[in-house]
């Protein structure tokens, strides 16, 4: 007898012993005084087994049929073998098998594909509230992750979250995170929504400068430069709990959308970033939250504000005498029909696109130029992450000759000019016609 079922035993057996009312008896057992009366008739004409339950060992009336069990289960185990409770509950209803989630749950622990996770002790950090507006705060991350599982290159999501409404608001894969990526990703994202009050990023180097007190540039980086322009506030956290909607947003992309790729059977970057807007809409009908306030925050571009020219990398020179400057390990010559003069010493901005297109510009107005000799390219020169792509572009389209090995029967090899050897043979007098 289960524990329920002796208590109820003990309570008739007081029913019967004039030492408790049936009224009482209800209440004890959150039953009717019509039942009582019923376990008291069962337990005089069958004593102790008239108090069990005449369902036990039997199936529930209320019990799954057992083709659909086995269809969810076969379906676990080949198409979703390593999807969670919730994601295989939303796939079962899409091949015409409804269950409950708890279900599901126990299905997979039956067939040994899911196991209860332990529950950690939470991490209290401080709570801060949402903003109000879409587009007042707009978090910012690369997630790297093999997306394709094996079926191509691992690659890098850039993935821009509202904070107001947990909303994806752009997602696009890339090769790496580089400044040439982020600018096409606020490109995209400022051309179909405006521009945002602010971007919540963490602190990598394309985001903010990690040199402590640098004795030279302006303290900003490309990327930083570019918002700034804009009129845009760039905010670094200082941890990842503190853009924790981002890092959530991560955490599900990386168990959703892989496992999204996966049954279209997407093995390229070009293929998949063609099914993101509609995973984006998926994704933002289950998880997204509608802001507290109905206004949204994006601000339209100004005339001024020309994206092609801000989104691009730009280093400040000064002119020479000779109206030179020099910008990668390249010598530019001004052209100007104005006297030489009147442009010494004048600085310039050199902006270049991702296309390694240059531009020279005084004033905001572009400078015609020559490009007057390239200079050899170092060995083991130090290139900064953000500007690694860049780098690579120019390293491809010209190659470095490979120099030729001195042959064998070079003279040079023909003697060893290390000290020990020197004296030895001066010793046997065998360098006297070098010295004559």
């Known amino acids: 007898m289960s524990q329920p079922e002796l208590t109820r035993l003990e309570v008739i057996q007081r029913v019967k012993r004039k030492t408790l009312k049936q009224r009482q008896a209800a209440e004890l057992l959150s039953i009717s005084v019509r039942q009582v009366k019923r376990l008291c008739k069962a337990y005089q004409a069958s004593g102790t087994a008239g108090l069990i339950s005449k369902r036990r060992g039997r199936p529930s009336n209320n019990r799954l049929p057992e083709k659909t069990v086995n269809k969810a289960r076969q379906l676990l185990r080949t198409r979703y073998p390593d999807f969670g409770p919730t994601l295989a509950t939303e796939k079962l209803s899409i091949d015409g098998v409804s269950l409950s989630v708890e279900t599901v749950r126990q299905l997979l622990i039956g067939e040994g594909l899911w196991q209860a996770k332990s529950v ?11 903003r109000a507006r879409l587009g007042e705060l707009v978090q910012i991350d690369g997630s790297p992750h093999d997306w394709f599982e094996g079926r191509a290159p691992k690659c890098t999501l850039l993935v821009f979250v509202d904070d107001a ?14 400044t040439f990526n982020y ?43 570019a918002l700034k322009e804009l009129q845009i506030e760039l905010i670094c956290a200082h941890s990842p709990q503190a853009k924790g909607r981002v890092e959530r947003a991560n955490q599900t992309l990386q168990d959703r959308l892989t496992k999204e790729l996966r049954l279209r059977g997407l093995g390229t970057m070009a293929a998949a970033n063609a099914y993101l807007p509609e995973f984006i ?48 390990n390249v010598i530019y010559q001004i052209k100007s029909k104005r006297p030489a003069y009147t442009m010494r010493g004048a600085h310039v901005e050199v902006r270049e696109k991702s296309s390694g297109e240059i531009t020279i510009e005084y004033k905001q107005r572009a400078l ?6 390239e200079h050899e ?21 010209s190659p470095k000759q490979k120099r030729k090995p001195v042959p064998m029967t070079h003279p040079w090899r023909l003697f060893d000019f290390t000290e020990n050897s020197m004296l030895a043979k001066e010793r046997r007098g065998e360098l006297c016609i070098l010295r004559k």
Do not use: W
């Open 368 to 373: 015609d130029y020559t490009i007057y000799c």
């Open 183 to 225: 600018f096409a990703a606020v490109r995209s994202y400022i051309t179909e929504f405006g521009k945002p009050l602010a971007f919540y990023s963490d602190k990598f180097g394309v985001f903010r400068v990690n040199i402590p007190n640098a004795l030279s540039g302006t303290g900003l980086t490309q990327f930083g430069r």
């Open 120 to 130: 950690r002790r939470p991490v209290i950090h401080q709570l801060r509230e949402r």
């Open 165 to 178: 409404s947990s909303r994806l608001m752009y997602l696009q894969f890339v090769e790496a995170e580089t």
């Open 281 to 328: 809409a998926d994704y933002n009908q289950r998880f997204a939250v509608a802001p507290r306030s109905a206004e949204a925050a994006h601000r339209p571009l100004a005339k001024s504000e020309d994206l092609e020219r801000v989104l691009t990398l730009c280093e400040r020179r000064t002119l020479s005498k000779n109206l030179t400057l020099s910008y990668n």
């Open 377 to 397: 390219q170092q060995q083991a020169k130090v290139v900064e992450a953000k500007l690694l792509q860049p780098a690579t572009a120019r390293a491809a389209a």
